[in-house]
């Protein structure tokens, strides 16, 4: 079972792929982030504030534009996986991704 967290909820995309999560066989819904969502839960879940209480194998980041690079940071310290859904990303963005990321 993979342990998914997103990040980004209760975006859009981010339901969408709660619920696609919730309908998988091998992949787990565990943890959920949002700076402006603290004390509030989505499906049961308690939506996290904090990057450093996200423990998974990999995050679903699908946030705005202006704060998804400070969240790849933040996975990227934490040791996590990430895939990313936030569009309009640039040929820069993924340069600096790659500059903290590696290739």
Known sequence: MIRVAISG?????????AAGIAAS??????????????GEAFNGIPISVNHDEIKCDVVFESTEPTVVMGNLRAWRKAGLHVVVGTSGFTRERFDEVRSFWGE
């Open 9 to 17: 909820i209760p975006g859009r995309l981010a339901t969408a792929t």
């Open 25 to 38: 066989d091998d992949l787990d819904l565990v943890a959920l982030y949002n700076p402006n969502r603290g």
